[in-house]
């Protein structure tokens, strides 16, 4: 039996749900900076029903804030977004690798 260092992350693990609904707006207009951006993510991203969709809603995410960047830029973007979010950064970090995202060997 695997153990939980082993299975993948789902993003409503890693992300903090309760914050996510507080701080969610529905977007009427292009986001105009980082905190609009994230309360339309959260929007939409509590408004899903399907972990599916979810996992690549945050991959995406990820994928899209850190490409073509330096690993350490990368680990930088997953810290900011940790506390941004208010979710567990190590978690976070951990989905972002299974996700793909270049990250330093450890952080």
């Known amino acids: 039996m695997a153990n939980s260092a082993d299975r993948n992350l789902s993003a409503s693990d890693v992300l ?3 914050y996510l609904v507080q701080i969610s ?5 292009p986001a105009r900076n980082l905190a609009e951006a994230l309360a ?16 690549k809603m945050l991959t995406d995410f ?3 804030a850190t490409e073509n960047t330096s690993r350490e830029n990368a680990e930088e973007v997953i810290r900011c977004l940790s506390e941004r979010l208010r979710s567990d ?19």
């Open 16 to 18: 903090n749900w309760d």
């Open 62 to 64: 990820l994928r899209n």
């Open 89 to 107: 950064h190590q978690s976070l970090r951990r989905f972002a690798k299974q996700s793909g995202v270049r990250l330093k060997l450890f952080g």
């Open 25 to 29: 707006v529905k977007a009427e207009k």
């Open 40 to 55: 339309g993510f959260a929007y939409d991203f509590t408004s899903v029903s399907s972990e599916e969709i979810r996992n």
